[in-house]
């Protein structure tokens, strides 16, 4: 076992994306001196969450211009250090809050924390094919900025209905020869503004009600096509692509709090509504580790800092205080009297003495 820090930190925040940065930014600047576990590869991610595989980010405030969703957390980055943060790049193997303070260890180390701040986000979802599992890295991807590049002017195939598809097919068409966009129904999830940037561009071609069947071919170690299945006549087809990227949702990055915290059934954190307080005291959860409506970079941010303004309020309100108040010792049952009871009787004595 390792020896616990004599150091107890005021917040350990788990996860770096912008709900992450930005409690950090929050719980430094309340002079709480946070530590950020910002991860390193936990789930397929990075320091800095999905944005790091994110090209252009056109909907983020304060930007008049597009910024690259890296460049964005570099800035979230470089704004929480420079109010006092302390970052070390490590994931979190797991996590105690049974009692106070909390531990949290991470490559080895045994961290000791008075309040805790889950910020872990959320990863790719995959098809479960056991071609597309043997052919990861090797033309299947879940993220078209980290690997589009290997794949200029060849050609490749997307597959999903929501936002993240309408971007990885666009990234992706701008640097590969064309671009096949699968989807099952005959109607996309995505945005209007998303929609129209797909189907107004000669180089992405739509397959309306269509699934994977298959990706060739894990005998030659590479992608040298996807097999698709026509859902309403179910004529077979293989797209000769040398690509296959993944874009149907994602799950949230719960493994370490599982059996520890309330989840819906979804495997998202519960929080107490208009709030980021879990159903544990002094834990708080932030960003898409508990938000699988919203998802945006934004509200992720506003959640950060909302948890930070609650730990910070929280602390306040625990600190030096015993995990457990003890309960006021209840008077003998005798020596307790209703005060109606009470009141009949004097009026009985009145009564007696006219």
Known sequence: MEEPQQQVRNVIIIGSGPAGLTAAIYAARANLKPLVLEGFNAGGLVPGGQLMFTTDVENYPGFVEKVTGPDLMQRFRGQAIRNGAE?????????????????????????LAKAVILSTGAKAKYLGLDSEEKLKNRGVSACAVCDGYFFRDQDVAVVGGGD??????????????????????????ASKAMQKRVLSN???????????????????????????????TGKKTTLPVTGFFLAIGHEPMTEIVKGKLSLHKNGYVKVKPGTT????????????????????????????????????RWLA????????????????????????AAKKKAGKKKAKRK
């Open 202 to 232: 000669p180089k992405i071609h739509v397959l309306w009600s269509h699934v994977v069947a298959d990706v060739l071919d894990p005998a030659q170690g590479k992608v040298t096509g996807v097999k698709v299945e026509d859902l309403k």
């Open 277 to 312: 307080a879990t159903s544990v005291q002094g834990v708080f959860a932030a960003g898409d580790v508990a938000d699988w409506v919203y998802r945006q970079a934004v509200t992720a941010a506003g959640t950060g800092c909302m948890a930070a303004l609650e730990a910070e």
């Open 87 to 111: 970052l070390i790049t490590q994931d979190v193997s797991k996590v105690d809050f049974k009692s106070r303070p909390f531990k949290v260890w991470s490559d080895g180390q045994l961290f």
């Open 317 to 340: 309100a625990h600190e030096g205080k015993p995990e457990r108040r003890a309960k006021k010792r209840a008077k003998p049952r005798t020596a307790r009297k209703p005060a109606r």
């Open 164 to 189: 993240t598809a309408m971007e990885e097919a666009t990234y992706l068409a701008g640097i590969c020869k064309s671009v096949w966009l699968i989807h099952r129904r005959d109607e996309f999830r």
